[in-house]
């Protein structure tokens, strides 16, 4: 039902844009991504990056808009391990990162409210999102991918400045927080053989979510709509 209710909606919103002056355009730009696997092995952020194409009303009169986006984003998180020696063998081992990505294609639908701030307009807005787990990288979590939700879904907050060029091309200066109300991955617990204690052990349930920041500069182009009066 949340599927066939977001669909309906683009399309209700398709057939206004397209029924009046509408803009589009192309931003991306980087983007920090978190997640905590139950706080195990620290939360260092990932730096990755995001594209998006939008396409949303344009109405003069009106101080806001309606607006659809689909976009490419790179989330995860880093973990990092500091050097360390092997009490039993010496062996000593550098510090090294290794990151978890998960390449996700997003749909997500908002408004938009603006006013002016001199010669341009500042927004701030609040969109639904559903997402796509397209692949993923995992490194050091090799065997997890059973546990990845292709289908995800989350809100996004975001705000910004719209600043013309000309008439009917402008430049876009953008910052989102994109939280997931879905996990990227869920693992129950489950028992393992400890092949270094010899023991077996319970391995935690892995609840993970992403939050992604993201910074996007862009292009807006604004498509007229004028009707003639007879």
Known sequence: MKIYAGVLFLV????????????????????????????????????????????????????????AEIGYHVKGRTVHFNSSVNPLTGANYEARNFQLKF?????????????????????????VRGEYNISSELEIYEGFEAGINKVLYGITLGGGFEFPFSE????????????????????????????FTGNQEIFREQSVKNIAFEISLGLRFLHKIIYDEY
């Open 12 to 67: 209700m919103l398709s057939q206004q844009v397209f029924t009046q002056s509408y803009a589009f355009g192309l931003k991306g730009g980087p983007t920090i991504g978190l997640q905590r696997w139950n706080n195990y092995q620290g939360n260092d952020p990932l730096v990755a990056y995001h594209v998006v194409g939008f396409i949303e009303t344009a109405q003069e009169e009106e101080s806001g808009s309606i607006f």
């Open 103 to 127: 390449n996700n294609a997003s749909l997500s639908a908002g408004a938009r409210k603006k006013f002016p701030v001199g010669n341009s307009l500042a927004y701030y807005s609040l969109a």
């Open 168 to 195: 009917l091309i402008g430049g876009i200066l953008d910052f989102r927080f994109s939280p997931d109300l879905s996990r990227q991955i869920f693992v129950p617990p489950f028992e393992w053989d400890n092949p």
